[in-house]
C-alpha cells in the first residue's frame, strides 16, 4: 500500500506574485532575503498568471535515481526527499534529472538546494499574504486509514460522483470491525450498505432501521452489549429526512437520554433517494420533485422551496450532547478530527455528526464536481463547520471571514437556477443571519 | 369482577409459593421480573401505567435485575427492544390502544424479525370516541400481524402467563413475539390472592436463554438484517416468500407449544389454564356461550345459575386469539347446537365482534351449521355483568329453534 | 538448475532502476540481480569522489541488503555471466552454473578501453571503473610526484584534478585537438584548459602515445612528435567498451555492434532478453541511427523503461532517444551541457560570454528549437532544458530572453507547458 504525505498546495488564482514566500525561505533557509536562493520559486507574470516551481517530493524522484553518491533519499517516513550535505558530491546531476526545477544550485554555497518543507513547519506557508500556499496535513488520514480494513464491498451502487460511499468507506474504517451499523432507509442502503436478497455490501454487523426509529434500535443494542461488558460501537449513517423529519423524535430520546451513540447525518438536503423530495433540510428556493417550478396560479409561480430548512445540528446542540459537530467532506481533514472525537464521545454519551454532502443527481451538477460543491457551500458560510461539546461550547473549526457570495455557490447547481433576484437575497440574508446566530453562540461559548 | 375457580385436579407436587394480593398490572410485573428480562423499555399510558411504574419500582428496589429505558414514545419503546433482542437481550414492554397505534410500524417489524419480545396489552377501547377505558378494540385491531396473542382471565393467569408468554416467544418452534393481554381497568386494577411462584423454580421452568440464535447484531457473528427482498422475479420474492411462510409456520408451531409449556407449568406450579380454548360445562349442552378474558367470570357465573336452572348451556373460552386456535375450537363446538358470541369490541367491516368473524371462518370446517349470534358489550370499561350474560343465554337459547338475527346485540347500548 | 522469473545482470544505475520498475508492477515474481562486483551497488560516476577522497568508500553505496530483502531481490554479488545460451533461456556464470530466466535483462554496464599502444601490457597502470579501482587510484595519488593521465574525458580530467590537489605534476595526453571533446565546445574546453594550467597541470592536447616502457619511476612514454615523458602513476581514460562479451562466449544470436542493439522498449534482437545503459546502443535523439549514449541518467531512463517492458506494465512508454546530458565540476567551476553540440544544418548558434565573470553560455536552435544549451559557470535547470528539446517547443518568441535568462525563461516556460 502506496504512503500518502503531507504536502504544500499551491492555489495560483489566489497568487499576485508578491514573492513573500520566496523571501521567507531565503530568510529561513539561508539568512538572506536574496529570493534566487528561495527553494520555492515563483514563476511567470500579472498576465499570464503565477505559477510554482517547488519540489513536489515526487513518489518516484529522478532526482534520487540519478544522484551517484546517494546523497538524496526520499524518506518513507515524512515523503519528503532528503539530501544529504555530507554524501553530496555537488556533481549537479540531480538537477538534470528533475524536469521541474526543483533543485538547484544555490550560487550562495555552491551545493543544491531543494525544498525540504522545513520539518513539516514551512516558511512559505505562513509567510503568504493571499493564503495560497497550504500545508496541506490529510496524510495522517490516508495513510493511517489505508492501513485498516475497508469494511464495505467494493462497488456499492452510488450514483456517478456521489460522495456518500466516500463518506461511508472512511467512517467505517475508522470506527473500525467492532460496530454495529444502522443504515436506515435512503441513500445509503440505497447503495447496498445492507445488501439485496442475500449478499450485503458491509463486512460488520448492518440493518436497515426504519426511517423513524434509527436511534431507538441502536439504544436497545448498545445498551445490551455495554450490559454484558462488551465494547461495541454503535454507528448510524442516517440521510437528512428520516433524522430531521420523521426519525426526528427518536433521535431527540436517544439525545436526551445521551445514549452512547455515533449519529452521523448525511444531509443531501432531501429524499433524494425515493427521487429527490423536499425534506425539512432542504434550502429556501430549491428545486425538489415535491417543491417543483411552474407557472403557478393568480401570477404567482412555483419557485422551489418557500421556507428555509431546519438547522438540525443546532437543535441537536440545544439536546447538549456530549458532542455535535457539522462537517463536509470538501475537508476530509476536519471531518477526520471530528470523527475521531465523536467516536471517543459515543463511549460517554450521544454524539452527532452532521456532513453536508452534495447530491449529484438530485441538485443537478455536474458528476466531477461534488467535492467542488462542497467546498463552495463552505466558502459561501452558506454551511458553517463548527463543533460543540458541553465544556467547550460552540467554536467554529474552519470560519471563513471572507466568504464569497452565496452565488458562487448557487450558480454551481441547477436546482437554483431558477432563482430571481428576490429569492437569491432571501439566501443571501439567511446566510448573514445565520452566520450572525452561530457567532452569538460562538460568542456565549467564549464568555 | 368475579374471580373464576382455579382447577387444579393434577396437583401434584405444588410449588413453594408466597401468596400475595395484588393488582393485575403488579401481578404482570412480577411476572415480568421472574423472567428475568435484560431490557424494559417503558412509556406510561392509561390503564396500563401502574404496570411499568411497578418494574420501575422493582428495578430501582434492587428486585429486578434489567435495564430500563425510558423513552420518548412508544414508537421507541419497541425499536429500543428491538436493537436489545437482536444483541442478545430477554425484552418486555407493555402499552394499550393509543400506544399501540402509535407503536404499530415497529410492532409489524417485530414479528417479521422473529423477535421473542413480550409485550402485554392491558387493553384499552380505541379513539375516537375519546376513552381512557378498557376494551378489547387495540389488541383485536392488531391481531393480524403475526404476534401470539393470549388474553388472561384472572390476575393469577396474568401472572403466570407472563412468565410463560417468555418461554412460548423464545422457544426454537416459534421465535415469535407474544401479547399478554389483560383487561383494561377489570384486571389491571382489580386485586385479588396471587400465588407468587419461586424464582429458583422459575428459572429452572426458564432454561437458558438464547434469543438472537437465528438473528443478531453482533460482531462476533457479523450478518447483515433484513436486507432488501422482493421485486417482480427471481430470488427476490421468493426469499420474502420463504419468510412469510416461515412466520406462519411458527404461528402454527405456538399453537403446540402454548400446550406443552402450560403444561409444564401445571407440572411445575400446580396451576393449569386452558392453554387454547377451555370448554366450561359443555358436557350435556345443548348450546354455548363463548367469552374472551375477564369477562368470563361473570360468564361462568350466569352458566353454573342457567344449569341449576336447569338450562343445557355451557361455555368456551378462548385463551388463544392468535393464532387461532382452530382444531380445539371445532372440538367444542362439535359439542353443541348453537353459540352466542361475546365480543369486547367491534368487527367494522363484519357488523359484529371480531371474535364471533373468527368463529365463523372456523365453523366452514365443521361441516355443519351450528347457529349463532354475536354479542358486543364492554365497551368503554362497561362492565358485563351475570345479568347481562343470563340475556345472552335466553337470545343464545332461542336460536336452538328460531333463526338467528342479523344484527348483533350490543350489550351495554342502554344500561 | 535455478529459475527465475526475472534476471537481472549488474547492479548498477540501469539495473536498480529496472529493479524498481519491475517491482511496481510485479511484486512478487521471482527476481534475481548478479554482479560481478563483490561490493553492494554503486556508481562509477562517485569513483572520482573517492578517488579524492571526498566520498568514503563506506557511504557510497546506492541501497542496502534491506532494499534487496524488502523488495525480494536475490542479490548475487561476485557473480559473474559468463555466457549466454538465450535459445534455451539460460545464463550460464563463471563457476559453471546455469539460472534459468523468464526475462532477462543485461545492464552490464562498461568497462575501460584499454588502447593498444605497443607495450601497454609491459607496464603497471590504473584504470577507473570499480570500488577496486578507485580505492587503489586513491592509495597511489598520495604517493604520486609525476603523474601522466591518457585521456582527457570527463574520467581523466577528474582524476587529473585530484592529482594535482594532491600535489603530483601532472599531464595530460589527449588524442583530440581540444579537452573534453563530445562533451563542450572549443570556448568551453579553453576555460577548462586554463583552470588546469593555471593550477599547474600540462596539458598536451592533440598528442598520441606511440610507445610506452617501463622505467625507474614507473613507465615512459614516448609521443608521437618523440617527446617522452615519465610517470610513477599512469591513469589511462581514454574511452569504455561495453561489457558484452558473454554474448560471444556461446555465439548469442543477441545482435550487436558498439554496443548490445536494442529496440525503443529496450528489447535486443532475441526473445525474453533486454539491454540497458552503458553496454547498450539505443537509437539517438537527434538521429535514427543507434548510438552509445553512455551516461548516467540515460542508463537509469533506459533501465525503468527495460524494466517497465519486462513485467508488461501498460504504462509504458517509448524511449525518445538519447540526449546527451553532462555535468562537470571543475577547480570550484562547474559546466552544464545539454544537448546536441552537433551544428546539423541551418542550425543557429546564439552565444554569450562574460570574461569578468567567467560566465560562458551557448544556445544551438533550429526552426526555433532548441537543440542544445551549454553553460560554464552558468546555472540553469538541465532537467528543464531538457524536456524543452524533447518537447520540441518553439522558442522563436523568446530566444532572446532565454539566452539572455535561461534559467528564469526556462522555469516559466515549464509553469505553461508541463507543471
Ligand atoms: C569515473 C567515472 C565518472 C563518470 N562520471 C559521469 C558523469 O559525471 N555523468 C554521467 O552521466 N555519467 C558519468 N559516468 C558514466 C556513468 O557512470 C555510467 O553511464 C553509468 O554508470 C552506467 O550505468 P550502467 O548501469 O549502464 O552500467 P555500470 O555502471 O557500468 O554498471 C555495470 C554493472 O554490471 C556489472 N557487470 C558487468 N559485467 C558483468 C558480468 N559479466 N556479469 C555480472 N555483472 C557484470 C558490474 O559489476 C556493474 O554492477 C562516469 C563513469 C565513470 C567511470
Ligand atoms: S549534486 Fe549532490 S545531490 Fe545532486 S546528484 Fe550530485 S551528488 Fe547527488
Known amino acids: ?447 | ?415 | 538448475m535455478e529459475h527465475t522469473k526475472y534476471l537481472v545482470v549488474g547492479s548498477s544505475h540501469a539495473a536498480l532502476e529496472a529493479v524498481t520498475a519491475i517491482r511496481m508492477h510485479d511484486a512478487e515474481g521471482s527476481l534475481t540481480l548478479l554482479t560481478r562486483d563483490p561490493y553492494l551497488p554503486y556508481s562509477p560516476t562517485v569513483l572520482p569522489y573517492v578517488v579524492s577522497g571526498r566520498s568514503a568508500a563506506t557511504g557510497i553505496f546506492l541501497r542496502d541488503e534491506k532494499f534487496f530483502v524488502d523488495n525480494r531481490v536475490q542479490l548475487k554479488r561476485g557473480t559473474e555471466l559468463k555466457a549466454l545460451h538465450a535459445e534455451r533461456n539460460s545464463a550460464e556464470l563463471a563457476d559453471g552454473s546455469e539460472i534459468a530466466y523468464e526475462k532477462l535483462l543485461l545492464a552490464t554496464g562498461a568497462a575501460p578501453a584499454i588502447p593498444p599502444i605497443p607495450g601497454i601490457d609491459q607496464v603497471s597502470y590504473h584504470v577507473l571503473r570499480t570500488l577496486d579501482d578507485a580505492k587503489k587510484l586513491h592509495a597511489a595519488i598520495k604517493q604520486s610526484k609525476q603523474a601522466v593521465v591518457l585521456g582527457a574525458g570527463l574520467v581523466g580530467m577528474h582524476a587529473a584534478e585530484n592529482l594535482v590537489k594532491a600535489g603530483a605534476n601532472v599531464t595530460i595526453v589527449e588524442m583530440a585537438k581540444q579537452l573534453t571533446d563530445g562533451y563542450f565546445d572549443q570556448v568551453a574546453a579553453q576555460m577548462i584548459e586554463k583552470a588546469f594550467t593555471d593550477n599547474g597541470a600540462r596539458i598536451l592536447t592533440g598528442s598520441r602515445v606511440v610507445k610506452l616502457a617501463p622505467s625507474a619511476i614507473g613507465s615512459a612514454l614516448t609521443l608521437e612528435n618523440g617527446t617522452t615523458l615519465e610517470a610513477d602513476l599512469l591513469l589511462v581514460a581514454t574511452g569504455i567498451k561495453p561489457n558484452m562479451d558473454y554474448l560471444d562466449q556461446a555465439g548469442s544470436a543477441v545482435e550487436h555492434d558498439q554496443g548490445i542493439l536494442v529496440s525503443d522498449t529496450m528489447q535486443t534482437s532475441v526473445a525474453n532478453v533486454w539491454a540497458a545503459g552503458d553496454c547498450a546502443q539505443a537509437k539517438g535523439f537527434f538521429t535514427e541511427a543507434k548510438v552509445m549514449n553512455a551516461i548516467l541518467p540515460d542508463a537509469t531512463e533506459q533501465g525503468r523503461i527495460a524494466g517497465m517492458a519486462m513485467a508488461g506494465d501498460p504504462g509504458l512508454k517509448h524511449y525518445p532517444g538519447g540526449v546527451p546530458l553532462n555535468t562537470y565540476h571543475f577547480f570550484g567551476r562547474h559546466a552544464i551541457s545539454v544537448g546536441s553540440s552537433k551544428l546539423a544544418d541551418g542550425a543557429e548558434v546564439l552565444t554569450r560570454f562574460d570574461d569578468a565573470s567567467g560566465r560562458y553560455l551557448k544556445a544551438i536552435f533550429k526552426d526555433g528549437r532548441l537543440l542544445g544549451i551549454f553553460g560554464v559557470n552558468e546555472f540553469f535547470d538541465g532537467g528543464v532544458m531538457c524536456q524543452l528539446i524533447l518537447r520540441r517547443v518553439d522558442l522563436s518568441a523568446v530566444k532572446e530572453r532565454f539566452v539572455a535568462n535561461p534559467l528564469a525563461v526556462g522555469r516559466e516556460l515549464m509553469s505553461q507547458l508541463w507543471r
Not at chain 1, 443571519?433 to 452569538?440: G, R, S, T, Y
Open chain 2, 1 to 415: 369482577m368475579t374471580t373464576a375457580t382455579v382447577e387444579t385436579p393434577n396437583q401434584t407436587k405444588p410449588a413453594k409459593q408466597k401468596v400475595i394480593l395484588c393488582e393485575g398490572n403488579e401481578a404482570a410485573a412480577l411476572g415480568v421480573a421472574l423472567a428475568r428480562p435484560d431490557m424494559v423499555a417503558v412509556y406510561p399510558i392509561t390503564p396500563q401505567s401502574s404496570l411499568v411504574e411497578h418494574v420501575a419500582k422493582l428495578i430501582a428496589d434492587g428486585r429486578m435485575d434489567a435495564d430500563i429505558v425510558d423513552a420518548e414514545g412508544e414508537h421507541s419503546v419497541l425499536s429500543v427492544l428491538q436493537g436489545a433482542a437482536l444483541a442478545g437481550a430477554r425484552t418486555y414492554t407493555a402499552t394499550c390502544g393509543p400506544g399501540l397505534a402509535f407503536m404499530f410500524e415497529p410492532y409489524f417489524r417485530t414479528s417479521g424479525m422473529r423477535l421473542p419480545i413480550v409485550m402485554s396489552i392491558v387493553t384499552r377501547d380505541g379513539i375516537t370516541p375519546q376513552s381512557v377505558w378498557g376494551g378489547h378494540q387495540d389488541a383485536m385491531t392488531v391481531r393480524e400481524v403475526g404476534w401470539v396473542q393470549v388474553y388472561c382471565e384472572t390476575v393469577q393467569e396474568v401472572l403466570d402467563t407472563t412468565i410463560m408468554a417468555f418461554k412460548i416467544a423464545e422457544h426454537h418452534d416459534v421465535m415469535l413475539p407474544v401479547n399478554v393481554c389483560l383487561d383494561g381497568n377489570y384486571l389491571s386494577y382489580g386485586t385479588s390472592r396471587v400465588e407468587l411462584p419461586d424464582q429458583a423454580e422459575v428459572d429452572a421452568f426458564m432454561g437458558v436463554k438464547d434469543v438472537n440464535w437465528h438473528v443478531a447484531l453482533d460482531p462476533l457473528r457479523p450478518m447483515a438484517v433484513d436486507p432488501l427482498t422482493g421485486g417482480s422475479g427471481g430470488k427476490g420474492p421468493s426469499t420474502f416468500v420463504r419468510y412469510r411462510k416461515g412466520q406462519c409456520r411458527g404461528m402454527q408451531n405456538s399453537l403446540r407449544v402454548i400446550e406443552e409449556v402450560h403444561e409444564e407449568w401445571a407440572q411445575r406450579f400446580g396451576r393449569r389454564f386452558a392453554p387454547l380454548v377451555e370448554e366450561y360445562r359443555l358436557d350435556g349442552a345443548d348450546y354455548a356461550i363463548m367469552t374472551l378474558g375477564s369477562m368470563t367470570g361473570a360468564a361462568k357465573d350466569a352458566i353454573d345459575e342457567a344449569r341449576e336452572a336447569g338450562k343445557r348451556v355451557g361455555l368456551i373460552k378462548i385463551k388463544t386469539f392468535s393464532p387461532f386456535p382452530v382444531e380445539a375450537l371445532l372440538k367444542a363446538m362439535n359439542k353443541i347446537q348453537a353459540l352466542g358470541v361475546v365480543d369486547r369490541s367491534v368487527g367494522f367491516r363484519w357488523n359484529c365482534g371480531p371474535m364471533y368473524q373468527e368463529m365463523m371462518g372456523a365453523l366452514y370446517r365443521l361441516g355443519r351449521h351450528v347457529p349463532s349470534m354475536s354479542f358486543i358489550g364492554g365497551l368503554a370499561g362497561a362492565d358485563i355483568t351475570v345479568g347481562h350474560f343470563h340475556r345472552v343465554i335466553e337470545a343464545t337459547e332461542k336460536l336452538v329453534t328460531n333463526p338467528a338475527p342479523a344484527e348483533p346485540v350490543w350489550l351495554n347500548e342502554r344500561d
Open chain 1, 1 to 447: 500500500m502506496g504512503r500518502s504525505y503531507n504536502t504544500i498546495a499551491f492555489d495560483a488564482a489566489k497568487c499576485d506574485g508578491c514573492g513573500d514566500c520566496m523571501t521567507a525561505c531565503a530568510t529561513a533557509k539561508t539568512g538572506s532575503e536574496d529570493q534566487t536562493r528561495s527553494r520555492i520559486q515563483i514563476v511567470g507574470s500579472a498576465d499570464d498568471g503565477f505559477e510554482l516551481a517547488l519540489c513536489r517530493q515526487c513518489g518516484d524522484p529522478k532526482c534520487v535515481t540519478v544522484c551517484p553518491a546517494a546523497a538524496l533519499t526520499k524518506s518513507t517516513e515524512s515523503g519528503v526527499i532528503e539530501w544529504d550535505a555530507a554524501k553530496c558530491v555537488d556533481c549537479l546531476l540531480c538537477t538534470i534529472g528533475c524536469a521541474y526545477a526543483s533543485i538547484a544550485l544555490d550560487a550562495g554555497t555552491g551545493h543544491v538546494a531543494k525544498c525540504d518543507t522545513c520539518d513539516g513547519a514551512p516558511a512559505c506557508v505562513p509567510a503568504c499574504p493571499h493564503d495560497a500556499l497550504t500545508y496541506i496535513t490529510t496524510a495522517r488520514i490516508y495513510n493511517e486509514v489505508g492501513d485498516w480494513e475497508d469494511l464495505f464491498a467494493p462497488g456499492l451502487a452510488g450514483c456517478q460522483g456521489c460522495n456518500t460511499e466516500l463518506l461511508m468507506r472512511h467512517t467505517l474504517r475508522r470506527v473500525g470491525p467492532d460496530t454495529v451499523l444502522a443504515t436506515p432507509p435512503g441513500c445509503v442502503p440505497g447503495m447496498g450498505s445492507v445488501g439485496f436478497n442475500g449478499t450485503t455490501g458491509t463486512k460488520i454487523p448492518v440493518f436497515h432501521p426504519l426511517l423513524t426509529n434509527t436511534a431507538a434500535m441502536l439504544a436497545g443494542i448498545k445498551r445490551q452489549y455495554k450490559r454484558v461488558g462488551r465494547e461495541v460501537n454503535a454507528l448510524a449513517i442516517a440521510g437528512d429526512g428520516g433524522a430531521s423529519d420523521v426519525g426526528f423524535q427518536s433521535l431527540s430520546g436517544a439525545a436526551e437520554r445521551n445514549e452512547q451513540i455515533l449519529f452521523m447525518v448525511v444531509d443531501n438536503e432531501g429524499y433524494m433517494n425515493t427521487g429527490m423530495q423536499r425534506s425539512s433540510c432542504t434550502p429556501y428556493g430549491a428545486w425538489t420533485s415535491t417543491t417543483p417550478i411552474g407557472k403557478g396560479s393568480d401570477g404567482m409561480p412555483a419557485q422551489g422551496k418557500t421556507q428555509d430548512a431546519k438547522n438540525l445540528p443546532l437543535i441537536m446542540v440545544n439536546h447538549r450532547c456530549e458532542y455535535v459537530a457539522t462537517a463536509s467532506t470538501a475537508y476530509m481533514e476536519d471531518l477526520y478530527d471530528k470523527l475521531d472525537k465523536a467516536i471517543e464521545a459515543s463511549k460517554v454519551g450521544f454524539a452527532y455528526l452532521h456532513v453536508y454532502s452534495p447530491c449529484t443527481t438530485g441538485w443537478r451538477f455536474p458528476t466531477d464536481q461534488n467535492i467542488e460543491v462542497a467546498r463552495k457551500a463552505v466558502e459561501t458560510n452558506f454551511v458553517m463547520l463548527w463543533e460543540y461539546t458541553p465544556g467547550a461550547g460552540l467554536q467554529f473549526t474552519r470560519p471563513v471571514d471572507d466568504p464569497l457570495p452565496v452565488t458562487e455557490y448557487l450558480k454551481a447547481m441547477g436546482r437554483f437556477r431558477h432563482l430571481s433576484p428576490d429569492q437569491i437575497s432571501h439566501i443571501q440574508g439567511k446566510v448573514v443571519e445565520n452566520l450572525a446566530f452561530v457567532k452569538q453562540m460562538v460568542h456565549q461559548a467564549r464568555a
